[in-house]
């Protein structure tokens, strides 16, 4: 079982920045994959990015360049610096883990970035 609780979202003008943090409860042991998805409202839930344990990453199309995901795999955490930010990326902010077990979420951070 894995529960996994994210922070640092908030309210932030476009063109700032913010970074997101998951704490993952748990051990994780062989390859895992650590990510962040979003959800705007009325949209379908989006892949921001992802860090395998080989820190191997992958972003989404509208998040590149901008964006940047991290782990710390000593703490089971991960992270997400987003730069840059615009009105478009306004969304809840969810932390997912795939380890062998399955696949778990977090409640999610909101983030609003303000035009």
């Known amino acids: 079982q894995v529960k996994l609780v994210e922070s640092g979202g908030g309210l932030v003008q476009a063109g700032g920045s913010l970074r997101l943090s998951c704490a993952a409860s748990?051990?994780?042991?062989?390859?895992?994959?650590m990510g962040w998805y979003r959800q705007a409202p009325g949209k379908q839930r989006e892949l921001v990015a992802t860090i395998t344990s080989g820190s191997t990453t992958l972003y989404g199309d509208a998040v590149k360049d901008r964006f940047t995901i991290s782990r710390d795999s000593a703490k089971n955490m991960a992270y997400l610096q987003m730069n840059s930010l615009k009105p478009e990326d306004t969304a809840v902010y969810y932390c997912?883990?795939?380890?062998?077990?399955?696949?778990?979420w977090g409640q999610g951070t909101q983030v609003t970035v303000s035009a």
């Open positions: 748990g051990s994780f042991f062989g390859f895992n994959v």
């Open positions: 997912k883990v795939i380890v062998r077990s399955g696949q778990y």
